[in-house]
């Protein structure tokens, strides 16, 4: 009788011991499973936001120049808000990225100064001596330049870390992120 109670404990721990190990497994590999699906969804956001947002910036910014007494890009005059600015894209842009889209709509803000020194300048001098015109112009003679090399620089960094990110950082510091509306769905 001791030896079958010893045979009997023998097996039950075995048979336990062989229960948890198959479920740890089955687990483990779920839940390895359910990373790489996060991380194949999170390469699909990320190029969606660098196709959507971060090309249309970058372009924005190499392009800043005064043409035909507008301050202009390629893509628009200088203006408040643009279009894709709207989308849920640009909101995953700011979340996954908050201190470039902090630095976008500040170099953006300074823009829309100058732009308003632009426009008084292309109306011309309501007469000779006028204060307006003439501080205006030296604001645009003093910030355009600035500004545009602020511009570019800015469309370098942002090269670089979307460069860096696509290449070893999704997963890693480009992560699910609860707040993003589009991370929300995955």
Not at 93 to 100: A, G, Q, T
Request: charged letters at 30%; proline letters at 4%.
């Amino acid at each position: 009788m001791d030896d079958t109670f010893k045979w009997v404990i023998g097996i039950s721990i075995t048979v336990v011991l062989f229960i948890v190990g198959f479920a740890g497994r089955i687990m483990y590999q779920g839940r390895k499973e359910r990373e790489k699906r996060i991380e194949q969804k999170l390469k699909i956001h990320f190029e969606d936001i660098k196709r959507e947002v971060i090309d249309r910036i970058s372009e924005m910014a190499r392009s800043l120049a005064i043409r035909h007494n507008r301050l202009v890009t390629n893509y628009a005059p200088i203006a408040d808000n643009y279009p894709f600015e709207k989308e849920e894209t640009f909101k995953g842009f700011e979340i996954h990225f908050p201190k470039l889209a902090s630095e976008w709509r500040q170099l953006n803000s300074d823009a829309l100064i100058l732009r308003d020194c632009v426009d008084i300048v292309a109306r011309g001098p309501s007469n000779d001596n006028s204060p307006e015109f003439k501080a205006a112009k030296k604001q645009i003679n003093d910030e355009f330049f600035p500004l545009q090399q602020k511009f570019q620089d800015f469309a370098r960094r942002l090269a670089a870390e979307v460069e860096t990110t696509s290449k070893y950082q999704i997963g890693m510091t480009f992560t699910y992120d609860k707040k993003c509306p589009i991370c929300k769905k995955f």
